[in-house]
T-cell receptor, first 115, second 112 residues
């Protein structure tokens, strides 16, 4: 099974600033995903991070707000740009290979508070 | 399109009692179904998964789930609840667009 290290684990940020969240996988994975989990709610997929190409964003999420990098098969970053209090949430990265037959592995999450 | 519905956003059981968390799915193709657990301030951990093999799936920590096609259900059970089982549980289906579709989650409280 893969282990995903996500950092920072939490942060308190000023509105208007940006925060970059990093995820490092201990093995190569084909697919990586970024989710947002608002308080008391389920996971909402932000985007699929594609190695060597632009991320694929879900409806309601745009690259200017959530730029994503995936320089190789073990690493990805998500930036939350020009933050507002509405961006306060938990952000989770996930990755896996042959996801239909295995499972997705999750990072520990980043708890973001925007003040 | 795929989706899952978790009935009951909060479930409370006494320690030692049966745990039953309900999940119904909607899928136009044979589904791949998962249960994940999230402990406070942590990421998601896989409990078990169904990928068209045995319909009764055993997972970690004594949990199991039964895939019932006729009922489009994949309920999670554990015979005897432990205090350490208190957490948020998510049912998920793997679907179109190569992504997971998560349920809204069920918060399990275990009463001593």
């Amino acid at each position: 099974s893969a282990v995903i290290s996500q950092k920072p684990s939490r942060d308190i940020c000023q509105r208007g600033t940006s925060l970059t969240i990093q995820c490092q996988v201990d093995s190569q994975v084909t697919m990586m995903f970024w989710y947002r989990q608002q308080p008391g709610q389920s996971l909402t997929l932000i985007a699929t991070a594609n190695q060597g190409s632009e991320a694929t964003y879900e409806s309601g999420f745009v690259i200017d707000k959530f730029p994503i990098s995936r320089p190789n098969l073990t690493f990805s970053t998500l930036t939350v740009s020009n933050m507002s209090p509405e961006d306060s949430s938990i952000y989770l990265c996930s990755g896996g290979d042959r996801l239909v037959d295995t499972e997705a592995f999750f990072g520990q999450g980043t708890r973001l508070t925007v003040v | 399109a795929q989706s899952v519905t978790q009935l009951g956003s909060h479930v409370s059981v006494s320690e030692g009692a049966l745990v039953l968390l309900r999940c119904n799915y909607s899928s136009s193709v044979p589904p791949y179904l998962f249960w994940y657990v999230q402990y406070p301030n942590q990421g998601l951990q896989l409990l078990l998964k169904y990928t068209s093999a045995a319909t009764l799936v055993k997972g970690i920590n004594g949990f199991e789930a039964e895939f019932k096609k006729s009922e489009t259900s994949f309920h999670l059970t554990k015979p005897s609840a432990h205090m350490s089982d208190a957490a948020e549980y998510f049912c998920a289906v793997w679907g179109t667009g190569n992504q997971f579709y998560f349920g809204t989650g069920t918060s399990l409280t275990v009463i001593p």
